[in-house]
């Protein structure tokens, strides 16, 4: 991490994700003195860049996806082209410290580019508090305040929480199911969309029973019907069970598992499964970044830009 030596820059970007960090390094090299905020730190209280994509989203799901299609092909599939593999053993240890190196990589590489393109960076939560400064507080608690000429909002998203279906130890988001310590027996998923289907199809693999509980009539709706058809069945012949036109109205936390109570077509059903991971898509990470004095509209998170990406206050982006 590169020290921060001034606290006025031409640029602020407020994220360091696949939109922050780029722009914060298109910036310097256009010249501009640029400061990246970066709000997530690791155990030891070195700041995580790359935000969820890289940390927590698309490069440890893919890595895991990658390992277990490996685990599914030679348990399942390999003895039909004449390969006999005996005494096939999973050490899902081994597997989370593949996906966290990868992780920890290509983190370590937005680091350097940082420094090659000086892009100073910054550790805690950036909050605009007025047009032209950044409040951030750091993780012990002790604010600063950066004066910036122009301010990039890249701050992400995060789950969806439902009212049913509350964060606990049995009931996890995306995040959660990404750090499993072993492989649960039976495993249940609330939403059939990308990140469900992805993090069940990983745990299905290597040996859970899986059911996807979906509120939508149909599978993938949003997709060409052809590859909606094509992707539901290979995801039934790979075990998974999908409930459709479903609804999880309740959950109950158990010692070692949760219950579930699901509508389908006016009836009520229950079932019980070690994991419950909630997939119901993300909502904007905008809470508590923009002081109300701005008066940026900001509707169901969401804040109002206009096609160039600038809010209501003219350098604030």
Same mark, same amino acid.
């Given at each position: 991490m590169t020290s921060v030596k001034s606290e006025a820059f031409d640029v602020v970007v407020i994220g360091s994700g696949p939109a922050g960090y780029v722009a914060a390094i298109r910036a310097s090299q256009l010249g501009l003195k640029t400061l990246c905020v970066e709000e997530s730190i690791d155990n030891t209280g070195k700041e995580k860049l790359?935000?969820?994509?890289?940390?927590?989203?698309?490069?440890?799901?893919?890595?895991?996806?990658?390992?277990?299609?490996?685990?599914?092909?030679?348990?399942?599939?390999?003895?039909?082209?004449?390969?006999?593999?005996?005494?096939v053993t999973l050490d899902l240890s081994s597997m989370m410290k593949r996906k966290d190196d990868i992780v920890s990589k290509l983190t370590g590489g937005i680091s350097s580019l940082f420094l090659a393109n000086k892009v100073?960076?910054?550790?805690?939560?950036?909050?605009i508090i007025s047009k032209n400064i950044i409040q951030v507080t750091q993780a012990s608690g002790k604010t600063k305040d950066i004066q910036a000429k122009n301010i990039i909002i890249a701050t992400g998203s995060n789950p969806i929480e439902i009212p049913s279906a509350n964060f606990s130890k049995n009931i996890v988001d995306s995040t959660g199911a990404l750090s499993f310590k072993s492989v649960p027996k039976t495993l249940g998923v609330v939403g059939a *969309? +990308? $990140?469900?289907?992805?993090?069940?199809?990983?745990?299905?693999?290597?040996?859970?029973? /899986?059911?996807?509980?979906?509120?939508?009539?149909?599978?993938?709706?949003?997709?060409?019907?052809d590859i909606s058809r094509e992707t539901f069945k290979?995801?039934?012949?790979?075990?998974?069970?999908?409930?459709?036109?479903?609804k999880v109205t309740k959950t109950k936390e158990l010692k070692?598992?949760?219950?579930?109570?699901?509508?389908?077509?006016?009836?009520?059903?229950?079932?019980?499964?070690?994991?419950l991971i909630v997939a119901v898509g993300r909502m904007p990470?905008?809470? *508590? +970044? $923009?002081?109300d004095d701005l008066n940026i509209p900001i509707n169901n998170g969401f804040?109002? /830009?206009?096609?160039?990406?600038?809010t209501s206050v003219e350098n604030i982006w």
């Open positions: 790359g935000g969820t994509c890289l940390n927590v989203g698309c490069i440890p799901s893919k890595t895991l996806l990658d390992s277990s299609h490996r685990y599914y092909e030679t348990t399942k599939n390999l003895e039909k082209h004449g390969i006999g593999v005996e005494n100073q960076s910054l550790s805690g939560k950036g909050k *969309g +990308i $990140i469900g289907l992805e993090l069940g199809s990983v745990w299905s693999r290597l040996g859970s029973k /899986v059911t996807v509980i979906e509120a939508l009539d149909e599978f993938l709706p949003m997709t060409d019907p290979e995801f039934k012949n790979q075990g998974l069970d999908f409930q459709l036109g479903s070692n598992s949760v219950r579930i109570t699901y509508e389908n077509l006016g009836k009520e059903f229950e079932m019980e499964f070690d994991k990470n905008s809470s *508590g +970044i $923009i002081s804040i109002e /830009v206009n096609d160039f990406c600038q």
